[in-house]
């Protein structure tokens, strides 16, 4: 079993940063691919970015390549999204997510965080 806990959302004006954490508990988060996804009012769930526990190239939606950065620290079963250069449209909750399978996208994800508001202001 996996717990997430998310943390780091807040308000911003666009061109600001922003760091998020994602807290896990477990032994087996080291074999989990992790994975941020957010969701605005009155849109589907999207993904944001993904990384694996085994290591290897992250992957990202194109709206958020060069700008966000996921990275991870099993030592302290912890995932990071590094957000530069906000955009309004960025404005969403974002979760994290733990995946068992080899794909990190909403159907694969097996535990979610309680998400975390991210509010990018024109």
């Known amino acids: 079993q996996v717990q997430l806990v998310e943390s780091g959302g807040g308000l911003v004006q666009a061109g600001g940063s922003l760091r998020l954490s994602c807290s896990a508990s477990?032994?087996?988060?080291?074999?989990?691919?992790m994975g941020w996804f957010r969701q605005a009012p009155g849109k589907e769930r999207e993904f944001v970015a993904g990384?694996?526990?085994?290591?290897?190239?992250?992957v990202y939606a194109d709206s958020v390549k060069g700008r966000f950065t996921i990275s991870r620290d099993n030592a302290k079963n912890t995932v990071y999204l590094q957000m530069n250069s906000l955009k309004p449209e960025d404005t969403a909750v974002y979760y994290c997510?733990?995946?068992?399978?080899?794909?990190?996208?909403?159907?694969?994800?097996?535990?979610w965080g309680q998400g975390t508001q991210v509010t990018v202001s024109s």
């Open positions: 477990g032994r087996t988060f080291s074999r989990s691919g």
């Open positions: 997510g733990a995946s068992d399978s080899l794909w990190i996208s909403i159907p694969n994800i097996n535990y």
């Open positions: 990384i694996w526990g085994s290591g290897g190239t992250p």
